[in-house]
C-alpha cells in the first residue's frame, strides 16, 4: 500500500468522507448506497415482484429502506453454489424522537427522544444538533390520496441538549450521571420567541396571534380541537420540515426522525492519520464492503471465472438486538438466497438450500476495540488492538463471536496473501463482550463466519475516530476476500 503524504488525502478515504457525510441516518446511508449501486451498473430489484436473474448479472434489493442487500452472480455460477458475503450494519445509537414529541417547560420549547442502543449519551450534550430520517407525506394526484415515503435532513443546527452549570452540580466532574428520561430533552426554542414569530402552536396555553392579527382558518381550525397528528409535535418544527420536503405542516401524516450531530466527519490528526466523525460503528465496515464489491466487479471480466455469488448485506437495527424484519434477525438473508437460488435453477428445477449454505461464508464485519493508552489494563496482553494494523479478527469462546479456527485461518490467509496485517481481539475473562450480527447468521442460517472490524476509539460516542490506514487495509482485505475466496474453499477440507 503507498501511503500519500500528510498533506494528501487517500483517495479512497476522501470518498469515505463523502459516504459519512451523505448518512446521517440508515435511511441515508442505504440511499446513498443505492446511488453507488446505481451508478455501477447494479440493477434494483423488488421483494413484491418475479425475479429474473441472469449469470453475471448484478442486482440490489432494500427492506424498509433501511436495509439493503447487494449481489453480483458469477459467470460460471451454477444453482446450489454458495454465497460469499459481506455483512454490516447501517444502524449506530442515537436519540430518535417520541411518536408524541412536543415538550413545553420552563419557557422552552423540547423535544421527546427515546434512546437508541447503547450509547454513551454524557456525549450528547452541548452539541450543535439537528433531525433528519424519513417522513410520509399525503399527497393528492388528481384529487386521489397517495403517501409517499421522503427523507428528509435539517442541516442548520437547531437543537442543543445543555449541560447544568457546574455551580448548579459542585460534584459532575466525579461523575456525570444522565437520567435519560429527563435530562437528555434537547432545546428547540424559547415559547416566546415561537409566539412572536406566529409559529407557535396555537393549542399551547398562552400562545396566541401577535399585533391584533386574527388566525388563519388553519389555526382556528386547529385551536377547535381539529383531529391532526400534529399536535404531537411542535408547529415551528413541523413547518420547518414541511419547507424542506416542500408540502405543508399537515400534509406530515408521521416520521422517523433522529437527532444528528451538524460537525461533518473530517480527516484529522497533524499527520492526517485519524478520522473523527460520527457513525463509524458501523458505517466504515459499510461502506469497506460496500466499495470492495463494486470495485471487485467494475470490470467485464471480474465475474468471469466466478462460481459463486458475491454479496453485501447492510442491516437495521444490529445495535438493538436485530430482531426486526429488516435484521440480521429476519429471514432476509435466507429469502435473497432462496429468491436468487430458484431464479437461476435451470428449468425450475428444485436445489438444497441446505446445500447453498453450507457452501457459503459470511465475512461479519463491525468495527473494533483499539487499544486506548488512557485505559491500557482493559486490553489484555496478548490481545491489543492497534490504529494503522489492519482489520481485528474477533474470538470469544462463548459464541459472542461467531469465529472459529477454520474461518479465522481462511481470512487470515487471504491477507497474508495480500501481505494485508491482520490482528486479534478477545476480551479480558473479567470483562463482558459485546457482539454482532455474526453469531445470529452464524446461528440462524447455519453459515460459517468470521467476526472482524477495523479498530477504532470512543465506540458509540457522538463523535468517533479510527485510522486512516485501517479504511484503506479493510477495503484491500474485502476485495481481495470476493476475488480470492472460491478459489481458497476449494482446498480447504473440514467435514469429509
Same mark, same amino acid.
Given at each position: 500500500?503507498?501511503? @500519500?503524504?500528510?498533506?494528501?488525502?487517500?483517495?479512497?478515504?476522501?470518498? #469515505?468522507?463523502?459516504?459519512?457525510?451523505a448518512?446521517?441516518?440508515?435511511?441515508?446511508a442505504?440511499?446513498?448506497?443505492?446511488?453507488?449501486?446505481?451508478?455501477?451498473?447494479?440493477?434494483?430489484?423488488?421483494?413484491?415482484?418475479?425475479?429474473?436473474?441472469?449469470e453475471?448479472?448484478?442486482? #440490489?434489493?432494500?427492506?424498509?429502506?433501511?436495509?439493503?442487500?447487494?449481489?453480483?452472480?458469477?459467470?460460471?455460477?451454477?444453482?446450489?453454489? !454458495?454465497?460469499?458475503?459481506?455483512?454490516?450494519?447501517?444502524d449506530? *445509537?442515537?436519540?430518535?424522537?417520541?411518536?408524541?414529541?412536543?415538550?413545553?417547560?420552563?419557557?422552552?420549547?423540547?423535544?421527546?427522544?427515546?434512546?437508541?442502543?447503547? !450509547?454513551?449519551?454524557?456525549?450528547? #450534550?452541548?452539541?450543535?444538533?439537528?433531525?433528519?430520517?424519513?417522513?410520509?407525506?399525503?399527497?393528492?394526484?388528481? !384529487?386521489?390520496?397517495?403517501?409517499?415515503?421522503?427523507?428528509?435532513?435539517?442541516?442548520?443546527?437547531?437543537?442543543?441538549?445543555?449541560?447544568l452549570?457546574?455551580?448548579?452540580?459542585?460534584?459532575?466532574?466525579? !461523575?456525570?450521571?444522565?437520567?435519560?428520561?429527563s435530562?437528555?430533552? *434537547?432545546?428547540?426554542?424559547?415559547?416566546?420567541?415561537?409566539?412572536?414569530?406566529?409559529?407557535? +402552536?396555537?393549542?399551547?396555553?398562552?400562545?396566541?396571534?401577535?399585533?391584533?392579527?386574527?388566525?388563519?382558518?388553519?389555526?382556528?381550525?386547529?385551536?377547535?380541537?381539529?383531529?391532526?397528528?400534529?399536535?404531537?409535535?411542535?408547529?415551528?418544527?413541523?413547518?420547518?420540515?414541511?419547507?424542506?420536503?416542500?408540502?405543508?405542516?399537515?400534509?406530515?401524516?408521521?416520521?422517523?426522525?433522529?437527532?444528528?450531530?451538524?460537525?461533518?466527519?473530517?480527516?484529522?490528526?497533524?499527520?492526517?492519520? #485519524?478520522?473523527?466523525?460520527?457513525?463509524?460503528?458501523?458505517?466504515?465496515?459499510?461502506?469497506?464492503?460496500?466499495?470492495?464489491?463494486?470495485?471487485?466487479?467494475?470490470?467485464?471480466?471480474?465475474?468471469?471465472?466466478?462460481?459463486?455469488?458475491?454479496?453485501?448485506?447492510?442491516?437495521?437495527?444490529?445495535?438493538?438486538?436485530?430482531?426486526?424484519?429488516?435484521?440480521?434477525?429476519s429471514?432476509?438473508?435466507?429469502?435473497?438466497?432462496?429468491?436468487?437460488?430458484?431464479?437461476?435453477?435451470?428449468?425450475?428445477?428444485?436445489?438444497?438450500?441446505?446445500?447453498?449454505?453450507?457452501?457459503s461464508?459470511?465475512?461479519?464485519?463491525?468495527?473494533?476495540?483499539?487499544?486506548?493508552?488512557?485505559?491500557?489494563?482493559?486490553?489484555?496482553?496478548?490481545?491489543? @488492538?492497534?490504529?494503522?494494523?489492519?482489520?481485528?479478527?474477533?474470538?470469544?469462546?462463548?459464541?459472542?463471536?461467531?469465529?472459529?479456527?477454520?474461518?479465522?485461518?481462511?481470512?487470515?490467509?487471504?491477507?497474508?496473501?495480500?501481505?494485508?496485517?491482520?490482528?486479534?481481539?478477545?476480551?479480558?475473562?473479567?470483562?463482558?463482550?459485546?457482539?454482532?450480527?455474526?453469531?445470529?447468521?452464524?446461528?440462524?442460517?447455519?453459515?460459517?463466519?468470521?467476526?472482524?472490524?477495523?479498530?477504532?476509539?470512543?465506540?458509540?460516542?457522538?463523535?468517533?475516530?479510527?485510522?486512516v490506514?485501517?479504511?484503506?487495509?479493510?477495503?484491500?482485505?474485502?476485495?481481495?476476500?470476493?476475488?480470492?475466496?472460491?478459489?481458497? +474453499?476449494s482446498?480447504?477440507?473440514?467435514?469429509?
Amino acid at each position: 500500500m503507498v501511503k @500519500p503524504s500528510k498533506s494528501e488525502v487517500h483517495p479512497l478515504v476522501a470518498d #469515505f468522507i463523502d459516504f459519512l457525510n451523505a448518512s446521517p441516518t440508515a435511511f441515508h446511508a442505504v440511499d446513498e448506497a443505492k446511488r453507488r449501486l446505481k451508478h455501477s451498473g447494479y440493477e434494483q430489484l423488488f421483494e413484491r415482484e418475479d425475479w429474473n436473474l441472469k449469470e453475471g448479472g448484478k442486482y #440490489f434489493f432494500t427492506r424498509n429502506y433501511s436495509t439493503i442487500i447487494a449481489f453480483a452472480i458469477g459467470q460460471k455460477y451454477t444453482a446450489g453454489n !454458495g454465497f460469499h458475503i459481506v455483512g454490516a450494519h447501517t444502524d449506530s *445509537p442515537c436519540l430518535k424522537l417520541k411518536p408524541s414529541s412536543k415538550v413545553s417547560k420552563g419557557g422552552f420549547l423540547e423535544v421527546g427522544v427515546q434512546t437508541y442502543g447503547g !450509547g454513551l449519551w454524557h456525549t450528547w #450534550f452541548d452539541r450543535d444538533l439537528s433531525v433528519a430520517g424519513r417522513v410520509i407525506v399525503k399527497k393528492n394526484i388528481q !384529487g386521489v390520496p397517495s403517501y409517499s415515503h421522503e427523507l428528509v435532513r435539517i442541516q442548520e443546527p437547531i437543537l442543543r441538549v445543555p449541560t447544568l452549570a457546574i455551580h448548579l452540580d459542585r460534584g459532575s466532574n466525579d !461523575g456525570f450521571k444522565v437520567n435519560t428520561q429527563s435530562h437528555l430533552l *434537547p432545546v428547540l426554542a424559547t415559547a416566546i420567541k415561537a409566539e412572536v414569530n406566529r409559529k407557535g +402552536d396555537p393549542n399551547e396555553k398562552g400562545t396566541t396571534a401577535t399585533n391584533g392579527d386574527q388566525k388563519s382558518e388553519k389555526d382556528q381550525k386547529s385551536a377547535e380541537g381539529e383531529e391532526s397528528d400534529n399536535k404531537k409535535h411542535h408547529l415551528l418544527l413541523l413547518e420547518l420540515l414541511a419547507s424542506k420536503l416542500g408540502c405543508e405542516a399537515e400534509e406530515i401524516c408521521d416520521f422517523e426522525l433522529q437527532l444528528c450531530d451538524t460537525q461533518p466527519s473530517v480527516v484529522a490528526g497533524v499527520e492526517n492519520e #485519524f478520522i473523527f466523525s460520527g457513525r463509524l460503528d458501523n458505517l466504515c465496515m459499510s461502506f469497506c464492503s460496500l466499495k470492495a464489491l463494486l470495485d471487485g466487479t467494475a470490470s467485464e471480466e471480474s465475474l468471469q471465472d466466478e462460481t459463486g455469488v458475491r454479496m453485501v448485506a447492510l442491516f437495521d437495527h444490529e445495535e438493538v438486538g436485530s430482531n426486526s424484519a429488516q435484521g440480521a434477525g429476519s429471514p432476509v438473508m435466507l429469502d435473497a438466497f432462496s429468491r436468487i437460488t430458484s431464479s437461476l435453477s435451470a428449468h425450475g428445477s428444485k436445489v438444497s438450500l441446505e446445500k447453498v449454505i453450507q457452501r457459503s461464508f459470511l465475512v461479519s464485519a463491525d468495527m473494533a476495540h483499539c487499544l486506548h493508552p488512557n485505559y491500557m489494563d482493559k486490553h489484555e496482553d496478548n490481545h491489543q @488492538p492497534r490504529m494503522h494494523n489492519g482489520l481485528v479478527i474477533k474470538n470469544n469462546a462463548n459464541q459472542r463471536y461467531a469465529t472459529n479456527a477454520v474461518t479465522s485461518f481462511i481470512f487470515r490467509e487471504i491477507g497474508k496473501k495480500h501481505k494485508i496485517p491482520v490482528q486479534d481481539f478477545v476480551v479480558r475473562n473479567d470483562m463482558g463482550c459485546g457482539s454482532t450480527i455474526g453469531p445470529i447468521l452464524a446461528s440462524g442460517v447455519g453459515i460459517r463466519t468470521v467476526d472482524v472490524g477495523a479498530p477504532q476509539l470512543s465506540m458509540h460516542s457522538i463523535r468517533e475516530m479510527c485510522g486512516v490506514d485501517d479504511v484503506i487495509y479493510s477495503y484491500e482485505h474485502l476485495k481481495a476476500y470476493f476475488e480470492e475466496f472460491t478459489n481458497l +474453499d476449494s482446498q480447504i477440507k473440514v467435514d469429509f
